[in-house]
């Protein structure tokens, strides 16, 4: 089970940082990642991140401005989101796999088999 929280309403240029823990060691989960949807549009990859080893992977629009990482020892990922933009805005979900994903595979959602029940991020502009 995966808890995502974090979210909130945040100005045009501002950070925020997202954290999902799981309810089972994260190291049986070797991807995990977030995807984000908003009003009106399909769900999309933001970023993934392996356990070992540690990779990570991030959509173009996010690169450069979100970091991903996770913290085997409280089985929690987060994402930092820094430079806020109005396009942001959506919710946020936590996902993850137990088992290996192909690299050409990453940034599908049906690829994942847990999911958070999702946070809501709100830029302003």
């Known amino acids: 089970q995966l808890q995502a929280s974090g979210g909130g309403l945040v100005q045009t240029g501002g950070c925020l940082r997202l954290?999902?823990?799981?309810?089972?060691?994260?190291?049986?989960?070797?991807?995990m990642g977030w995807f984000r949807q908003a009003p009106g549009k399909e769900r999309e990859f933001v970023s993934g991140?392996?356990?070992?080893?540690?990779?990570?992977y991030y959509a173009d629009s996010v690169r450069g401005r979100f970091t991903i990482s996770r913290d085997s020892a409280t089985n929690t990922v987060y994402l930092q989101m820094s430079s806020l933009k109005p396009e942001d805005t959506a919710v946020y979900y936590c996902?993850?796999?137990?088992?290996?994903?192909?690299?050409?595979?990453?940034?599908?959602?049906?690829?994942?088999?847990?999911w958070g029940q999702g946070t809501q991020v709100t830029v302003s502009s």
């Open positions: 996902t993850a796999r137990k088992g290996r994903i192909i690299t050409s595979y990453i940034k599908r959602a049906d690829a994942y088999d847990h």
């Open positions: 954290s999902c823990a799981a309810s089972e060691r994260t190291s049986t989960l070797y991807h």
């Open positions: 991140i392996t356990s070992s080893p540690r990779l990570t």
